[in-house]
Nanobody, 122 residues
């Protein structure tokens, strides 16, 4: 029973910070790649950032320098630290996972959480 559960979403003013957490269980291993995606109403689900089992990270251009993805393998947790938030960051944020070294495509991820809402006010 694979499960990913996001938490930490909420309402924040532009320029503020928020940290999202993703707790995973079941047959998701610490060697799996993990990622964050986001989806605004009427828009497709877009890649935000990913972290591989060894800790290597990659980010989408709109969040580079503002967001940081990290993981604590001892606790089966992945984090997304979001700083300098902008109204255009408003979306439902999803955690995703797959074996190997997945990149920025939605199709590269087999397992998904249910999402957590992030709203940034101007």
């Amino acid at each position: 029973q694979v499960q990913l559960v996001e938490s930490g979403g909420g309402l924040v003013q532009a320029g503020g910070s928020l940290r999202l957490s993703c707790a995973f269980s079941g047959r998701i291993f610490t060697t799996y790649g993990m990622a964050w995606f986001r989806q605004a109403p009427g828009k497709e689900r877009d890649f935000v950032g990913r972290i591989w089992g060894g800790g290597s990270t990659g980010y989408a251009d709109p969040v580079k320098g503002r967001f940081t993805i990290s993981r604590d393998n001892t606790k089966n947790l992945v984090y997304l630290q979001m700083n300098s938030l902008k109204p255009e960051d408003t979306a439902v944020y999803y955690c995703a996972a797959n074996s190997g070294f997945p990149g920025d495509a939605r199709s590269g991820y087999r397992y998904w959480g249910q999402g957590t809402q992030v709203t940034v006010s101007s």
